[in-house]
């Protein structure tokens, strides 16, 4: 990815993805231990990061999780959640109709 891609800070998009993907694996392990607003900060900070670095699917799926975990007290089962996220940082594509692929399996994830 060229400088824009990187948000501009230096680090490349390979450093970006690795990051993400190993915040997304700590948050993987820890979600028995967790409430459901502490996985919720964790993945607010995963949606900035992506967001600063134009992962815009990453972004997208993001958004969905965070209203699975407020839709209840106790955390939902959002390992499938995580496995899509992974997939999302992963995409060879971060556009806004990547985005929306992705924006229409959360919906139907979310409605399930």
Known sequence: MGESESGGTGESAADVRAQLWARIAALDVSVPYAAAA???????????????????????VTHFIER???????????????????????????????????????SARLAG
């Open 68 to 106: 699975a975990l407020a839709r209840s007290e106790t955390p939902p089962p959002v390992h499938g959640w995580l496995a899509m996220l992974t997939e999302a940082v992963a995409s060879e594509r971060q556009d806004y109709e990547a985005a929306d692929r992705f924006a229409l399996a959360c």
């Open 38 to 60: 502490d996985l919720a900060a964790k993945v607010e900070a995963i949606r900035r990061i992506a967001h600063a670095h134009g992962l815009t699917p990453a972004v997208t």
